[in-house]
């Protein structure tokens, strides 16, 4: 038994001193990386790179944001990858010096992560040149397959437009889309292979609406990009590409309900979102498996091709029309993923070509997960000096990690609970129970509310009243609440809350900013472009929280805090020629920064296994209702 005991403690100093030593290897990493950050611009001039040579040979819309892992999250998550990494190529019985021979270069394999940039696909590019010369099959195929989904979309909106000729001439057309099963067998089922687009308008029965859901559920199964991990343990072909029901049409149901008085509104509102959003969905092959399922079921039941009543009709079509968006945003998501997956290796075997540039692929993966995220990752080591992560993402997939099901703010272990900074605008007692209802009623309905959607960009004519009683909704809950002048970081001791926010972006936040063409006469030059506070803020919130109006009364009155915000630095052109006035080697420069750099110094903290993230200064109690 004393020998057990003297094992497990011996267990326990090897694994603290393990936590301690990646401690001590991450921080100097850091540190390193922090300093190098402040006179080589060989990261920066890569990127530029990278944006001039794909936008002369593939497309001219593409944008590559790029970033500095904030320090706090840099050394959260190195350590623990690091420890997580050790552990496995750790020997049975390990010593310390087993420990530190493997420390260094486990860490320096997870510290590729701390300098970022994302290639951003934009969806309207027109491929077609590019596609018809490219001598890829597959490119073909997701070409041809972009091709027959643009004519079932102009299929169904000549017919709601036009008149009653082209009604009837459209109703024999059917479209063949045989070519659009590319991940496996032709299914055996018609329906499936030939499909006949529908006036939506027409969808007067179940029959109706079941054809044409199954019609649309085909051809976005197959614009689906393929799942590589599926977190709920079971097999799953497709990532979700589901965008969330218009919160304008929510708008339309709550007011249909007669709602009394403002609160009323908002109560049914926040009901009804709380119903559509922030709910799993279901990849659109298994939606099209369970549709058919119950189109057999419903084809049994005597009202099958009955006359739908006017509230189940209403339904129906504006499914069928959201199932329409997001086809629409949906059609050519494959083949931009896939471009950039031919495409990025490409250009960075090409710029290896240019002098005193050397870009070695050190390795490269592609992740599709269950809840839409999709992106291809590759870790690269430029001059044998800078380790970097470059992602490839369309566009769609950039929106929906940003706002949809695979953004940070829906994960427990990323999201923040701002809360805390609110208080109730008029109310005598702010602590009561009284006053922190009210406060968590307004607040519910301001966090689910984008604040995109209350812009009005593109509304149509029908969502026009809709868009107004949403602002009077909006503006009357934020006349609710306000954001605190004072924020208690410990008991009795409070700080202002522009210092409060300056800590946040300082441990949390990071350094964003843009790769752009450069307004000049020389064609081959594009512009690093840093960002100021203020846009680190608002890149916080939308990846923490969503930028939802509540998260904008945050970003406001700091905005009032700042009258003037200085940016990080001034933007920098690189051209490709690489020369050597493409970097800074100012000496001076270099000496002085070496001078002002103050290393990070931050305390060990033994690993829990915790995967929190919450802000310095608070301690974040998560509500029932937190996201």
């Known amino acids: 038994m004393p020998e057990a005991n003297t094992k497990l403690n011996n267990d326990a100093q090897l694994r603290n001193y ?3 030593k990646v401690h001590e290897i991450t921080i100097e990493c850091v540190n390193n990386y922090l300093l190098l950050n402040q006179y080589d611009s ?7 790179l990278v944006f001039m040579k794909f936008r002369d040979s593939v497309a001219t819309s593409i944008h590559i944001p790029f970033r500095n892992k904030a320090s706090q999250s840099s050394i959260h998550n190195i350590e623990k990858e690091s420890i997580r990494l050790l552990e496995e190529k750790l020997p049975e019985n390990y010593t310390k010096e087993d420990i530190d021979m493997l420390a260094p270069d486990v860490v320096q394999s997870i510290c590729k992560d701390f300098l970022a940039a994302t290639v951003v696909f934009h969806s309207k590019n027109n ?6 010369e490219s001598d890829d099959p597959t490119v073909k195929q997701l070409y041809n397959q972009l091709l027959i989904v643009e004519d079932y979309l102009r299929a169904i909106e000549r017919k709601e437009d036009k008149g009653l000729f082209s009604n009837i001439f459209g109703s024999s057309k059917y479209i063949d889309v045989s070519d659009t099963y590319i991940d496996g067998d032709l299914p055996k089922d018609k329906r499936l292979t030939r499909l006949k687009p529908m006036n939506l308008n027409n969808v007067m029965s179940r029959e109706d609406y079941y054809k044409q859901k199954i019609n649309l559920l085909v051809l976005l199964t197959n614009s689906s990009m393929l799942c590589t991990e599926s977190p709920d343990g079971k097999t799953h072909k497709y990532c979700v590409g589901q965008v969330d029901v218009p919160y304008l049409q929510l708008v339309k149901q709550a007011k249909a309900m007669n709602p009394r008085n403002n609160d009323e509104f908002i109560k049914i509102l926040t009901d009804l979102a709380r119903e559509n959003y922030y709910v799993p969905y279901l990849p659109f092959d298994e939606q099209l498996e369970n549709t058919i399922n119950e189109f057999k079921a419903a084809k049994k039941d005597s009202s099958f091709k009955s006359p739908l009543s006017v509230k189940e009709r209403a339904k ?14 949906m059609k050519n998501d494959r083949l931009l993923n896939y471009v950039l997956s031919i495409e990025l290796p490409r250009i960075f075997d090409e710029l290896s070509t240019l002098p005193n540039l050397h870009v070695e ?34 566009e769609f997939r950039s929106d929906i990690s940003k706002d949809g099901n695979a953004a940070h703010n829906m994960m427990d272990s990323k999201s923040f609970n701002f809360r805390h900074l609110f208080e109730p605008a008029a109310f005598p007692f702010k602590n009561t129970p009284k006053a922190q209802e009210i406060l968590k009623f307004y607040c519910d309905f301001l966090e689910t509310v984008n604040l995109n959607t209350v812009s009005g960009y593109r509304v149509s004519k029908e969502d026009k009243t809709a868009l107004r009683d949403l602002k009077d909704l909006v503006e009357y809950a934020s006349s609710k609440i306000k954001v605190k002048d004072k924020v208690e970081v410990q008991p009795g001791n409070f700080i202002s809350f522009e210092k409060y926010i300056d800590n946040i972006l300082s441990a949390y936040g990071s350094k964003y900013g843009t790769i752009n063409a450069a307004h000049r006469i020389e064609h081959n030059q594009a512009l690093e472009v840093p960002q100021n506070a203020l846009f680190s803020l608002e890149n916080l919130l939308r990846a923490r929280v969503g930028f939802s ?4 009364l945050i970003r406001t009155k700091y905005k009032e805090c700042k009258s003037k915000i200085p940016p990080y630095d001034l933007a920098k052109a690189f051209s490709p020629s690489f ?3 493409d970097i800074n080697s100012n000496l001076d420069e270099i000496e002085k920064a070496k001078e002002t750099y103050e290393p990070l110094d931050v305390p060990f903290n033994p690993m829990n296994g915790e995967d929190s993230d919450i802000p310095p200064y608070h301690s974040s109690d998560k509500d029932d209702d937190a996201r």
């Open 18 to 20: 393990s936590q301690e």
């Open 42 to 48: 060989l990261f920066h001039t890569f990127l530029s």
């Open 127 to 132: 491929l077609s040149e590019y596609c018809e």
């Open 316 to 329: 129906n079509i504006q499914e069928l029309k959201n199932l329409q968006s997001n086809l629409k945003q």
């Open 361 to 394: 692929e050190i390795s490269k993966k592609v992740r599709g997960k269950l809840n839409g995220f999709y992106a291809s990752y590759y870790i690269l080591k430029l001059n044998d000096v800078v380790i970097c992560e470059v992602q490839g993402q369309s």
């Open 549 to 552: 109006c509540l998260a904008n």
């Open 579 to 581: 020369s050597e006035h």
